[in-house]
């Protein structure tokens, strides 16, 4: 166990090495080290918070629209074969009025 904890606090120092030398991190006071890595933390932090906050959400409504696009709305058949049972009673219903107005 202590080697994995090793190798991976070498590896996370070589990353924070790396992040400095790269982007000139290592010419700063510490005053402005911290600034800088309050930031970074700040917008990784959001972005993390926001991705777990609204990626469900957001990948249901792209499902739902790709499933949509696809198969069409399972709503609107259901509500097309409620319209023709409405009309088909309707019918009979006109049908079996003038029936009795013809008798009359």
Known sequence: MASRLESF???LQLKIYQL???????IFTPIEKFFFYSILFLLFSL??????LYLPQHLQFVLTRA??????DAHESAAAEVLKGVLASAGRVAEATREAV???
Not at 20 to 26: K, P
Not at 47 to 52: N, W
């Open 9 to 11: 606090s070498k590896w």
């Open 20 to 26: 400095e030398v790269h982007l000139s991190v290592y």
């Open 47 to 52: 972005t993390f918070i926001a991705t777990v």
């Open 67 to 72: 499933w949509f696009y696809i198969n069409g």
């Open 102 to 104: 013809k008798e009359l």
